[in-house]
């Protein structure tokens, strides 16, 4: 069974405050007592911890810079914990990035098989899902097109046509469905639906708060890099929004 346990993770990057320095600054700053340090850590994620189970669709929740898309890159092994231990039953298929891995220059048709054996499947997997992510992608007319030329709604229907073409066991989405027409993405929540159902494990990040509550049966409320609440849908979402209200 699919799982995914979080222990005490925080995430570190080093923000540097000063243009690249000279070779001439470099080493006069060397023999300088009280030199001013060039950069500051930034803490993305601060000591979170939470546990995942089979059949969770979990929503993260949170202002611009809150950590939620760091946290979504630690879980596909993008970034490394700083501290703390990640540990993950079943194949991720990440979308974090509308196009993420498409070699611009590529036919949508050549980037199935290039994206798709980046998600780990074989090249004959590839040839027998090709046709349904096609179809599913509505892209019949533009596959042997070079994808520099696709719109980002294209994008996002092939990258998430792929992505679930075979079930995966945990599908990471990153504001996936921004971005998309109507009309595919009532397609696309049918598909998530049906992975649900088959009890994958399905996290995503986003700010459509309707979004959240009709696919997932939980949301994590992350601030400042720190979890705030892990409760149901109603209650978290509620409790964020009434924040940002009277902040």
Known sequence: MSSIYVENISIKFRIYHDRSPSLKDYFANLFKRNRQTAYSDFWAVNDVSFKINAGDRVGIIGHNGAGKSTLLKALCRVYEPSDGKISVTGRIAPLLEIGAGFHPEFTGRENIYLNGSILGYSKQQLKEIEPEVISFAELEEFIDTPVKYYSTGMYMRLAFSLATAMHPDILVLDEIFAGGDVTFMDKAKARMHDLIDKANIMIMVSH?????????????????????????????VERYLAVGKNG
């Open 208 to 236: 459509d708060h309707l979004l959240v509550k009709s696919l997932c049966n939980r949301v994590i409320w992350m601030d400042r890099g720190r979890l705030v609440a892990d409760g149901t849908p109603d209650e978290i």
